[in-house]
């Protein structure tokens, strides 16, 4: 992936260095984890798929983040002085590409004009507008502020291990959380949370089935245009595909809960399902293709 070649996003907020909050900041709640929408199923399930995808044994990364985890750090400087490494010059770099694609998409598909989310890197914990959160909350989505958060260990911990393999895989999460931003946007994701609301928890979990399937296929919209630039290679979208097949709620279900999937409690869609609206992005390029609720089979 030549992500070097992209151009960086000033609208990153780095919260790496310092912090102004109180360790005393609660943790993100299961109601709010509802809200955000985004990969994080929990660390658990981060590190079945670390160890899934990159050989490695999942205790390792439980004890890596529980150890971090466990004592919220105590308030440093309220002066934060961004740190610039790998990590930051990746994900701006994958952001500012998000931002140059769905602007031009925007304009020539919808019409209109593109606003771009903030994206704020933290380590161990953040506060948003949706709550406060962990490692654990994986990275996520918040429509109150349109803020996508990433915590930077986990992907710190992935190119420890896997080094330059992991960077689509990296730049996949990130695409699919500014899927999020962009079904805000459109307000899909508003009249989800209003449906959900007052819906049994079996429809609600399919809403939020939908809606991340549909994050999904808006991800591989941007690596439609990514990859006909140069920029990813049909070896990432091939890692993308096999990531996509490793983060099902069926597949995750089998790995940590014995092997007894429960198709009801989905909340992400089957490994097949995310692989399919993936790639329907990807091989189209096309928004209008991304209509997971028009549809009865996903």
Known sequence: ????????????????DGSDESSESSNLSTSSVGKLGGLGAGVIALAIIAGLIFKIDP???????????????????????????????FVKSVL???????????????????????????D???????????????PFYCPADKKVYLDMGFFKYLEATAGNDADFARAYAIAHEVGHH????????????QLKS???????????????????????????????????????????LNTATQIGDDYLQQQSK????????????????????????????NIDQCDTFATSQL
């Open 124 to 138: 161990g914990y953040v506060n948003s507008a949706c709550g406060s959160a962990k490692t654990s909350a994986g």
């Open 182 to 193: 962009i079904q805000n946007l459109r307000g899909t994701s508003g009249k989800v949370r």
């Open 258 to 285: 014995r092997g007894h999937v429960i198709p009801e409690s989905f909340t992400h869609g089957t490994s097949q399902q995310r692989v399919t609206w993936f790639k329907r992005g990807l091989d189209t390029g």
């Open 96 to 122: 500012g590409d998000t931002e140059d694609t769905w602007e031009q998409i925007f304009k020539k598909q919808l019409k209109t004009n593109y606003q771009a989310p903030k994206l704020v890197l933290f």
């Open 198 to 240: 007052s819906s049994s928890k079996a429809k609600a979990n399919e809403l939020s089935v939908r809606i991340e399937l549909q994050a999904d296929c808006l991800a591989g919209v941007w690596g439609h245009f990514t990859a006909q630039r140069g920029l990813i290679s049909d070896q990432d979208i091939t890692k993308a």
């Open 59 to 89: 205790a390792q990364l439980l004890s890596l983040i529980g150890g971090t985890n466990k004592t919220a750090p105590a308030p440093q400087a309220l002066v934060k002085t961004p740190i610039k490494d790998r990590d930051s010059a």
């Open 1 to 16: 992936m030549k992500w070097d070649e992209m151009r960086e996003s000033d609208n990153v907020e780095d919260q790496r």
